[in-house]
């Protein structure tokens, strides 16, 4: 029979709102093949986990275990892993089934952490960070000089994004949802913030880019944006939709690219830019160079237990974060 360790988690037996996650035991199976059981110390809170949590997204089995970024210590080693010890420091980023105490993960989807990256840290940037590093390199390479508009400014995202676009030499604008979290993206980076909840963003970046528009805009707010995201780019600039923290679009069309000026517009997905190893281990390597120099730095705005994932994502759904969430077991 094989050995089962107690464990603790967070699970979903039917889709809803935040009091749909329950905290129960759980049990974890020894690793098999390929396979290491990880003590985890830290797990990132993502909107991808209330798409999950709601029945937006579908779920992979049932029932759901959300939970997309995390990080801990390797506790025991399955056959054929090679490059993994116990003890060893790690984190991942995968769709569903961080919020538990243990996991039992395949190897291939570990990396290490260098000693300067703390858990929490790295819990709060294996899924925005690497996806700051596809966006921004991958999905529209920013050059020198572009101008660039971002949603959410404020956001476990959007702080990262203002920072690396500073470095990148970028001129970058960050729309966020209260002077508050206005005045924490401007320290992060951003060029310029737009309280939009206040102001027209669509005018005012008008008005900042002397009628030009962007060259590109990366909107993970969606419903409530995607129009004026369109209004505020150049001729033949690139719309990024990665999310929709407003809700779903719904009503786009194609010929609206056209009538907006010639556009490009892609919906991209973190996991398609690090299907492979090597894929993942670069942007990961490119990730972790940049906070070790300082030029990046993760703001893990709000500390829960893990128990308490519920409140966690009332916060986030209802505006109140800022930067990363973090739950600890
Ligand atoms: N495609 C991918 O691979 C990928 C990967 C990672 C994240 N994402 C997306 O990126 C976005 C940011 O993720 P995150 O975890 O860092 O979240 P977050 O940005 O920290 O939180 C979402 C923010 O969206 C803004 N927002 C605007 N309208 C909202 C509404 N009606 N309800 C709730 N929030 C609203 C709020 O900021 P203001 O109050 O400032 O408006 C809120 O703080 C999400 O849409 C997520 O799905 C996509």
Same mark, same amino acid.
């Given at each position: 029979?094989?050995?089962?360790?107690?464990?603790?988690?967070?699970?979903?037996?039917?889709?809803?709102?935040?009091?749909?996650?329950?905290?129960?035991?759980?049990?974890?199976?020894?690793?098999?093949?390929?396979?290491?059981?990880?003590?985890?110390?830290?797990?990132?809170?993502?909107?991808?986990?209330?798409?999950?949590?709601?029945?937006?997204?579908?779920?992979?089995?049932?029932?759901?275990?959300?939970?997309?970024?995390?990080?801990?210590?390797?506790?025991?080693?399955?056959?054929?892993?090679?490059?993994? *010890?116990?003890?060893?420091?790690?984190?991942?980023?995968?769709?569903?089934?961080?919020?538990?105490?243990?996991?039992?993960?395949?190897?291939?989807?570990?990396?290490?952490?260098?000693?300067?990256?703390?858990?929490?840290?790295?819990?709060?940037?294996?899924?925005?960070?690497?996806?700051?590093?596809?966006?921004?390199?991958?999905?529209?390479?920013?050059?020198?000089?572009?101008?660039?508009?971002?949603?959410?400014?404020?956001?476990?995202?959007?702080?990262?994004?203002?920072?690396?676009?500073?470095?990148?030499?970028?001129?970058?604008?960050?729309?966020?949802?209260?002077?508050?979290?206005?005045?924490?993206?401007?320290? *992060?980076?951003?060029?310029?913030?737009?309280?939009?909840?206040?102001?027209?963003?669509?005018?005012?970046?008008?008005?900042?880019?002397?009628?030009?528009?962007?060259?590109?805009?990366?909107?993970?707010?969606?419903?409530?944006?995607?129009?004026?995201?369109?209004?505020?780019?150049?001729?033949?600039?690139?719309?990024?939709?990665?999310?929709?923290?407003?809700?779903?679009?719904?009503?786009?069309?194609?010929?609206?690219?056209?009538?907006?000026?010639?556009?490009?517009?892609?919906?991209?997905?973190?996991?398609?830019?690090?299907?492979?190893?090597?894929?993942?281990?670069?942007?990961?390597?490119?990730?972790?160079?940049?906070?070790?120099?300082?030029?990046?730095?993760?703001?893990?705005?709000?500390?829960?237990?893990?128990?308490?994932?519920?409140?966690?994502?009332?916060?986030?759904?209802?505006?109140?974060?800022?930067?990363?969430?973090?739950?600890?077991?």
């Amino acid at each position: 029979m094989t050995e089962q360790i107690a464990d603790m988690g967070v699970v979903v037996r039917t889709a809803g709102g935040p009091d749909a996650l329950e905290w129960m035991p759980l049990e974890t199976a020894a690793p098999g093949p390929g396979e290491v059981r990880i003590v985890q110390r830290a797990i990132g809170v993502n909107f991808i986990d209330t798409y999950f949590r709601s029945g937006l997204y579908p779920w992979p089995s049932s029932p759901l275990i959300p939970g997309a970024e995390a990080a801990g210590v390797v506790a025991e080693i399955g056959a054929a892993v090679s490059d993994l *010890n116990v003890g060893d420091r790690v984190a991942y980023t995968l769709p569903v089934g961080a919020y538990r105490t243990q996991r039992v993960i395949a190897a291939e989807r570990l990396v290490k952490l260098p000693d300067s990256i703390a858990f929490d840290v790295a819990a709060s940037v294996m899924l925005k960070g690497l996806t700051a590093q596809f966006l921004l390199t991958s999905c529209y390479p920013v050059k020198a000089g572009d101008t660039v508009l971002v949603h959410a400014a404020a956001g476990g995202v959007g702080l990262l994004l203002g920072q690396w676009l500073k470095a990148l030499g970028a001129t970058s604008i960050g729309t966020a949802g209260s002077p508050q979290k206005a005045a924490i993206a401007k320290a *992060n980076g951003y060029t310029h913030v737009i309280d939009y909840r206040a102001e027209d963003f669509v005018a005012r970046v008008r008005e900042i880019t002397a009628g030009k528009g962007c060259d590109v805009v990366y909107d993970s707010v969606g419903k409530d944006t995607w129009r004026g995201s369109l209004k505020s780019l150049r001729l033949r600039g690139m719309f990024v939709h990665f999310g929709q923290s407003s809700g779903m679009i719904a009503d786009f069309k194609f010929s609206d690219l056209a009538s907006a000026g010639s556009l490009y517009a892609v919906r991209p997905m973190l996991f398609d830019y690090i299907k492979s190893r090597e894929e993942l281990c670069s942007r990961a390597a490119d990730l972790f160079a940049r906070l070790a120099s300082g030029e990046i730095k993760a703001h893990v705005g709000q500390r829960a237990a893990l128990r308490d994932a519920a409140a966690a994502h009332r916060d986030l759904e209802s505006r109140r974060t800022i930067g990363a969430t973090v739950l600890l077991p």
